[in-house]
């Protein structure tokens, strides 16, 4: 089930309080900081924004975006 619409302009990051990104991974539909760089999974729509679920969120992702 993907995250709604809704949630994802009313979500904030638990750390810095900045706008999440969602996305997809081989792991499955995230949502990432991109001023923090976590990430957290989404299970049944639901992000699941606790502690035990953050991981790290890569800068570059392979896609050809350049950088420092």
Same mark, same amino acid.
């Given at each position: ?16 309080? =900045? ?42 992702? =392979?896609? =050809?975006? =350049?950088?420092?």
């Amino acid at each position: 089930m993907p995250l709604s619409p809704l949630l994802t302009e009313v979500l904030g990051c638990p750390r810095c309080k =900045g706008a999440l990104k969602v996305h997809d991974s081989e792991a499955g539909p995230q949502v990432h900081c991109p001023v923090c760089q976590r990430a957290w999974p989404i299970e049944d729509g639901i992000p699941q924004m606790v502690p035990e679920r953050e991981s790290p969120w890569p800068r570059s992702s =392979g896609l =050809g975006s =350049g950088g420092a």
